[in-house]
């Protein structure tokens, strides 16, 4: 079994900047995709951006030039730093990883979800 576990999310002021983290524990053999996805009230859940263990990044138009994201393999972990914040950014902000891990089945790799962590922005 795999945990995320995110943390960084607040309350900022429009224009101002957030840093998320993600870090991923348990049976983890390799950790392929790490990304962040976002769901506002009423929403459907929607990507923000991902990045592969190579460090090959994907971004949601709306976040370009805003967010970056990154990981450190070492430590399991996918970061995203967030500037120049807009009330739109507002959502609960979840941690995904796509992780190969060794079962009695053999090498499988599966999705796993953090809790969420939510980030609101006042304007």
């Known amino acids: 079994q795999v945990q995320l576990v995110e943390s960084g999310g607040g309350l900022v002021q429009a224009g101002g900047s957030l840093r998320l983290s993600c870090a991923a524990s348990?049976?983890?053999?390799?950790?392929?995709?790490m990304g962040w996805y976002r769901q506002a009230p009423g929403k459907q859940r929607e990507l923000v951006a991902t990045?592969?263990?190579?460090?090959?990044?994907n971004y949601a138009d709306s976040v370009k030039g805003r967010f970056t994201i990154s990981r450190d393999n070492a430590k399991n972990t996918v970061y995203l730093q967030m500037n120049s914040l807009k009330s739109e950014d507002t959502a609960v902000y979840y941690c995904?990883?796509?992780?190969?891990?060794?079962?009695?089945?053999?090498?499988?790799?599966?999705?796993?979800w953090g809790q969420g962590t939510q980030v609101t922005v006042s304007s």
């Open positions: 995904n990883a796509e992780v190969s891990s060794y079962t009695r089945a053999g090498l499988t790799t599966s999705p796993y």
């Open positions: 348990g049976n983890i053999f390799r950790i392929n995709v």
């Open positions: 990045i592969t263990n190579g460090g090959s990044t």
